[in-house]
């Protein structure tokens, strides 16, 4: 008869759809960090939204003991993902949180910085085809969130043809890198000269 939980949208939508400013900001953002779908931004502000929710109501009931226990837990948490500071740390920072930051901590947008790929769109094929791994774990889901202690182990799938230095895709990112540094310093020289005028 399969599973008779009801399943529900694990994210909210914009009350009204059609706002331009909102249209043109999502558009940047799913450009910036290789999004395919909206619902992908919905999912990361419904996350942010829910933090900031519970942090709201910790703040007004600080003085219960229970609260107490509530903060230390969502703090750590928040923290293990790297959206919090690791130390310091306090409610009012939660609800400071933006899109940005949870969007920085998706699989996707760790194996760019991290060189792996050289672009979003890249970083995300490499996932989806399952070419990358975190500790042991093979993670095929670009929006996954990536803990601090975790993204020290994002690599290739040793059985992956990625893994091979020598591959095509990682050839040209190392080349892509020299020449843009190439670049940097070929520029430097003129920039030098007119600060000495």
């Given at each position: 008869?399969?599973?008779?939980?009801?399943?529900?949208?694990?994210?909210?939508?914009?009350?009204?759809?059609?706002?331009?400013?909102?249209?043109?900001?999502?558009?940047?953002?799913?450009?910036?960090?290789?999004?395919?779908?909206?619902?992908?931004?919905?999912?990361?502000?419904?996350?942010?939204?829910?933090?900031?929710?519970?942090?709201?109501?910790?703040?007004?009931?600080?003085?219960?003991?229970?609260?107490?226990?509530?903060?230390?837990?969502?703090?750590?948490?928040?923290?293990?993902?790297?959206?919090?500071?690791?130390?310091?740390?306090?409610?009012?920072?939660?609800?400071?949180?933006?899109?940005?930051?949870?969007?920085?901590?998706r699989?996707?947008?760790?194996v760019?910085?991290?060189?792996?790929?050289?672009?979003?769109?890249?970083?995300?094929?490499?996932?989806?085809?399952?070419?990358?791994?975190?500790?042991?774990q093979?993670?095929?889901?670009?929006?996954?969130?990536?803990?601090?202690?975790?993204?020290?182990?994002?690599?290739?799938?040793?059985?992956?043809?990625?893994?091979?230095?020598?591959?095509?895709?990682?050839?040209?990112?190392?080349?892509?890198?020299?020449?843009?540094?190439?670049?940097?310093?070929?520029?430097?020289?003129?920039?030098?000269?007119?600060?000495?005028?």
């Open positions: 008869m399969g599973d008779p939980k009801q399943l529900r949208k694990k994210y909210n939508t914009p009350r009204h759809p059609w706002i331009r400013t909102t249209i043109e900001s999502e558009r940047v953002v799913l450009k910036d960090y290789g999004l395919v779908k909206k619902k992908e931004i919905h999912i990361a502000n419904s996350f942010i939204k829910k933090y900031r929710d519970i942090a709201k109501r910790l703040i007004a009931t600080r003085t219960i003991p229970q609260a107490q226990k509530e903060k230390e837990q969502i703090l750590n948490k928040l923290k293990e993902l790297g959206l919090l500071p690791s130390s310091g740390a306090e409610l009012e920072q939660i609800l400071g949180l933006e899109l940005k930051d949870v969007l920085s901590r699989l996707q947008s760790v760019y910085r991290k060189g792996l790929a050289r672009s979003m769109n890249q970083a995300r094929q490499f996932i989806t085809h399952r070419h990358v791994m975190v500790g042991d093979e993670i095929s889901s670009p929006s996954y969130l990536v803990s601090v202690i975790e993204e020290g182990a994002v690599t290739f799938k040793q059985k992956s043809a990625l893994a091979d230095a020598e591959h095509p895709e990682r050839v040209l990112l190392v080349k892509g890198e020299t020449a843009k540094g190439k670049n940097q310093t070929a520029e430097a020289p003129p920039a030098a000269s007119e600060a000495k005028q």
